[in-house]
């Protein structure tokens, strides 16, 4: 999703904690860690070639229905160790020794695949890349004052690939010269690089076998139900509004609000994954909207906007959708822009006195395993003239193929952007480390609006689409590999092993993901507003750039008065979250979370409520098995369902249609 709002389940939390209980760090162990280069091997990269590939059709698919990406980084550890696990054991049994699987190897290939399918999410494929398409230039209203006839691109391989490898690679080397101010100095938590580098470490553990063989069952168990669902349900839905996924749960009624369980294994995993809090706040924002708003708006109809418009005109019902959304979105995101600014600057005047932190550890006395994994983590340094001299080159790519494919983006304003993107990469990368929120699609929107407003009416909505891009890379790029830098700490992977892992899953992803884009673009319906591959974000982030050229004279009638209730709303909301005590303040809903289905509709939150219920009853029944099997679990459903989309998109683009329409339909 646009800034997830994902918060880690208390299994991650419970995974940090269970850091302090494993066993210190064997000497003999030590001594016998492999140099970086032993850490990668052909068999890791074939690995995370495959899991990388999987996951960008996963992500991709959630890209273009609903924007809502949970965090996959466990699941890919845990796939990555099957891989390998699996590989090793079947090579003993046909007599050839294979090289042990450590570690560090489970970590290299975990790093090398998040990279990957991370430029599937983060690459713009379902926002400011895909709002550049003529379809939403349609969308957002041909006549809509900003949008200015000719401003569309359609998506093409190569220049999106051209695009990919001209800004993914800058974020890599921004903060490298800081990592050892990050991880050892400030020894920032980086939440969820911890609780993945738990996740490793305990499946090399020696009592680590009985764990994992429980983890890999259930994954394989749900991963081959979830597949055989989704091979199932094809055969129903051989027609419009039919199949299982347009059963009418709780009535006909219901249904055309969109409030039905429509089946879907992935948003049922993608729910169990997310915190309780995002899955309710998606389902109150449901509720909000398709069960209380859009129905009393529809009934405006003539009197704020003329009934003569389609449903789909900016100056109709649509707008006042994605108008809304929008404020919602700005309104959380500029709150925790600067609160987390704040935040960063408050902990470093801190440092700078000599102040404990309370959300850093306690650095005076250094324990024995800290030291060694210290020594490990400094023993291969990164050349800082090579992190320099190379984001000075990539800029000079930048600066030469950038305006190349969009005229509309002046040379100048990537010189800007790229003099600021380290010191917005280190502030994003400082408070991901302390919050475990990835602010990048903040800073994004900020350089969407700054760019839209400066560039003018005829170049605005180009120019500030691909600035977003710029900027939204680097910084993303730049706190996803300080998570991985802390994984490696602390599973005593060499950093320069974790950083050329991370330049070769950025490189196959810049590849992989416009090739799996296109198998979803040429096979369905991307971007149709009444269809099952919506794409949200694609007509937001449009909408935005319209507003940045424009202002407020972009929004439909008494619109300005909604946005303003609601961008006060989403600010009121995070006050209330942070300032009253935790048991009041744990129930307030999350704004972004809840702006996911105001355009998309009701039905994905049914489902990922249903995955929230299955985990707060399993945790009932036993919470160890819970903490130990949800994450298998979820991955399985998600992971069996993904893979389907491989036939099924080869199915729709050779025209075979399923045989069998189920539909509903009321007897009177």
């Known amino acids: 999703m646009d800034s997830s709002p994902n918060q880690p389940h208390s299994t991650t939390s419970q995974r940090i904690d269970q850091l302090e209980e494993q066993e210190p760090l064997d000497a003999a162990e030590f001594r016998r860690l492999p140099p970086w280069s032993k850490q990668i091997t052909v068999r890791g990269l074939v690995a995370s070639f495959f899991i990388g590939v999987m996951y960008s059709v996963i992500v991709m698919k959630l890209n273009l229905t609903t924007g809502l990406v949970p965090t996959l980084n466990v699941s890919a550890a845990l796939l990555a160790f099957v891989f390998l696990r699996s590989w090793t054991k079947v090579l003993s049994k046909v007599g050839i020794v294979a090289a042990p699987f450590t570690r560090q190897e489970n970590t290299v290939v975990q790093t090398c695949a998040v990279a990957c399918y991370s430029i599937a999410v983060g690459g713009g494929f379902g926002s400011y890349l895909l709002a550049l398409n003529k379809k939403t230039y349609e969308q957002a209203g041909e006549d809509t004052p900003g949008n200015v006839p000719g401003s569309y691109k359609e998506p093409g391989i190569g220049w999106m690939t051209g695009f990919l490898l001209s800004v993914s690679f800058v974020g890599i080397l921004a903060l490298i010269p800081l990592r050892k101010i990050m991880i050892i100095d400030y020894k920032l938590t980086y939440p969820s690089g911890t609780a993945t580098a738990v996740l490793i470490n305990g499946f090399h553990m020696p009592q680590g076998d009985d764990m994992a063989k429980k983890q890999v069952g259930g994954f394989a168990k749900f991963f081959t139900l979830s597949f055989v669902w989704s091979f199932f349900q094809w055969f129903y839905s051989g027609g419009e509004s039919c199949g299982f996924s347009q059963f009418p749960t709780f009535g006909l009624q219901a249904w055309k609000h969109t409030f039905y369980f429509d089946f879907s294994l992935t948003y049922v995993g993608a729910g169990m994954i997310c915190s309780h809090l995002v ?218 092993s974790m950083l050329v892992s991370q330049i070769i899953g950025t490189a196959m992803g810049c590849v992989i993901a416009p090739l799996t884009f296109f198998l979803f673009y040429n096979a369905f319906d991307i971007g149709n507003p009444d269809g099952n591959w919506k794409a949200p974000y694609a007509l937001i982030y449009r909408n935005m750039a319209i507003l940045g050229v424009e202002g407020f004279s972009a929004l439909p009638q008494h619109c300005l008065q909604l946005c303003y209730g609601f961008f006060g709303f989403a600010v009121a909301a995070n006050l209330m979250r942070d300032l009253f005590p935790d048991k009041y303040g744990k129930w307030v809903p999350l704004p972004m979370a809840m702006a996911a289905p105001f355009l998309i509709g009701a039905s994905f939150a049914i489902d990922m409520c249903v995955g929230t219920l299955i985990v707060f009853v399993w945790h009932k029944i036993d919470s160890r098995k819970a903490s130990l099997m949800v994450p298998a679990v979820a991955s399985g459903l998600i992971c069996g369902d993904g893979l389907w989309i491989f036939p099924s998109s080869l199915l729709a683009m050779a025209k075979i249609s399923p045989p069998i329409c189920m539909k509903f339909m009321a007897t009177h």
């Open 279 to 496: 899955n309710l706040s998606v389902l109150f924002g449901a509720i909000l909207s398709w069960g209380v708003m859009w129905p009393l708006l529809e009934d405006l109809k003539g009197h704020w906007f003329p009934t003569s418009l389609p449903e789909s005109s900016m100056k109709s019902l649509q707008g006042y959708k994605v108008f809304i959304a929008i404020a919602l979105i700005l309104g959380d995101g500029l709150y925790n822009f600067l609160k987390i600014i704040g935040c960063t600057a408050k902990n470093m005047h801190s440092r700078s006195r000599g102040k404990n932190l309370r959300k850093v550890a306690d650095e005076d006395s250094p324990l024995p395993d800290d030291l060694r994994r210290n020594e490990v983590f400094m023993r291969d340094s990164i050349p800082v003239w090579l992190a320099y001299s190379g984001y000075a080159f990539l800029t000079i790519i930048t600066l030469i193929s950038i305006p190349l494919m969009f005229p509309e983006m002046r040379w100048y304003y990537i010189v800007v952007a790229y003099l600021l993107a380290p010191l917005l990469g280190f502030c994003n990368a400082y408070g991901a480390g302390l919050t475990d929120i990835n602010m990048a699609y903040n800073y994004g929107k900020v350089a969407l609006f700054i760019l839209a407003a400066l560039a003018g009416k005829n170049s605005g909505v180009v120019a500030g689409l691909i600035g977003c891009g710029l900027i939204k890379s680097v910084v993303s790029i730049s706190a996803d590999l300080m998570h991985d830098f802390k994984t490696g700490h602390l599973t005593l992977t060499s950093p320069r």
